[in-house]
Every structure is written in structure tokens, then in C-alpha cells.
């Protein structure tokens, strides 16, 4: 069953996930779906330094709006504030300073966010990583899980009661088409068994992260929230991580600019705030978060205890929040 899925998935990807297949899906685009003012509105995005955090950042920081660029780290996080600001000409850009992948460094981050900001009304769960050799944090966590399950968990959920303050508030998710290949396993969160591979890791986080962005759209009736997949884009993140990937597919790869522009879509856009939540989509449309036929549907008990699990390792760590007030 890997063998059709991963094939059915490549060719889907060639067809619809390379630029080819942006150009082909703009022409269909509301021609005024993004001339929207946010002025006043406040966004967080994670992982805003480069790569397609950076390419929504200076969109939404061009139409006004307050960005708050969290970043893992402080010299790249500065550089990149200094060229939107230059760019948009919006000095309300504001850089944190946060590493996704420390569970009590996320809670406590959030919970000095929300007393030192009394708004929120966009977070965007940009940030993530794949690293390909299992790797433990200082937390003893596998770090991909860490970073791109755990961390997006903490921070969303630590942010709810700030982002049901605003009447029109919603979450965005930058997931992955990858995930279509995986099945959600929850016996295995941390992938302790058997060889381990970090495409297929990276795969698990995003399938996780999908079933997170549908159970909290059950959860928060007040808020938005929606995964998204930008295509395969051009940025530091698919260089670093799948070199071999890039070499051959760099000439059909979205720029991160066009990888953003569902992100951007999502968060700004009137018609997206209109469509129905806990969605997955692909340029500025839902789609199916299954391939045909793929088997990789999982139960309601089996996402009910992946939410169980998560909730239970977030809150484990928030014991060890208090007294730290130091979130860098």
C-alpha cells in the first residue's frame, strides 16, 4: 500500500504541487481576493525568518497589518524584520525569539504574550523542521515530533483564550501534501520502532497536524482554523533538508512567494474566513486531506487519542512553566 500511495502522490505532485500547477490553479483566482486592508489586525507567524513565513510576513506586513515574526533564531529573525520593514514600509513588525521544539519555553512564551499583548487575531503554525536522523531534544523528545506536533499543540492551544478575544479570529497551519502518504499512528508518536526515516516522520507531524486543525475546529467554535499545503516551493527549509530533491526538481519548484499565497489567502481574505473549518487546502480551495483509495483514514477513537496524548504531554510541561520567566 506505501508503494501506490507514494506513487499516486508523486505524479498528484507533478501535476498540481510544482509552479506549473500554481500557474494552472491562479487562473481560477479571486483577481480581489487579497486587496484587503489589515491595519489594526495583529498576526503571529512562526518560522518568519525565511522561506515562506518570511513571503507571508511582507504580504500581510504590505497591507497594514501587525506581524509578530517568532524565530528560533535572534541575527536571521533581525535581518528578516529589517527587509520587511524596508519593503512594506510598516514599522509594526516585532520579533520574538522562541524555540518550537521546548515545550515550558513555549508555554511560558505565550502566557508573557498575552499579558504584554491584549490582541491576537491571526496565528499562523509556520514553523517546523526535518531533520533525518532521530534525534532527541533537551526535553528527551524526537525533535521533529517536537518541533512540528508538540510545539504547534502548545502554542495553539496556549493562544486560544487571546485569539477568542477578536470576533474574527482564526488559526492557519502550514502542512503538507506529504502527509497523504501517512496513516496517523498513534503507537508511535515518536517513532521509537523499527528504522527511522525522516521524510516519512515529517509526513506523520503533517498528517498529525491536519487531524489537530479538525478536532480543534469541533472544539472552538469561535475560531477559524484551517492546514493548508503550499506546494513544493524553493526555500532554505526543502535545501537543507531534502538536497537531493531540490537538485532535481529545482527548475519546477513554486517560489515562496507562491507557496504563500494560500497562507496569505487564509488569513486575510474574507471568502476564506466564509469556507467552512477545520479544512485542508491547496491554492485558495479545499481538497481532500486522503488519497484514493490510500487506506489512510484513521478512527475517531484513534484522533480522539492522539488529542489525549498531546494534551497530556503539553500539560506535563506546563508544570514546569512556573517560576520560568525567561521565555529565550
Known sequence: MSLYRNAVWFMKGLREYTRSGYEAAAQQFGAKDLDVDVTGRSFMITGANSGIGKAAALEIAMRGG?????????????????????????QDVFVHILDMSRPTVIWTFADQFQQTHGKLNVLINNAGCMINERQMTADQLESNFATNTLGTYILTTALVPLLQKSEDARVITVSSGGMLVQKLNVEDLQFEKGQFDGTMAYAQNKRQQVIMTEQWAKMYKDIHFSSMHPGWADTPAVRISMP?????????????????????????????????????????????????????????????????????????????????????
Open 244 to 328: 537531493d530533491f531540490h537538485a532535481r526538481m529545482k527548475n519546477r519548484l513554486r517560489t515562496a512567494v507562491q507557496g504563500a499565497d494560500t497562507l496569505v489567502w487564509l488569513a486575510i481574505s474574507n471568502r476564506a474566513f466564509q469556507e467552512p473549518r477545520g479544512l485542508f487546502f491547496q491554492d485558495r480551495k479545499p481538497v481532500p486531506s486522503h488519497l484514493f483509495l490510500a487506506q489512510t483514514r484513521a478512527t475517531p477513537a484513534e484522533e480522539e487519542k492522539l488529542m489525549k496524548m498531546l494534551e497530556e504531554l503539553a500539560e506535563n510541561f506546563k508544570l514546569g512553566a512556573h517560576g520560568n520567566t525567561n521565555p529565550n
Open 66 to 90: 501587525t506581524v509578530h515574526l517568532v524565530c528560533r533564531n535572534k541575527e536571521r529573525a533581525e535581518e528578516a524584520k529589517a527587509e520587511i520593514v524596508k519593503a512594506s514600509n510598516n
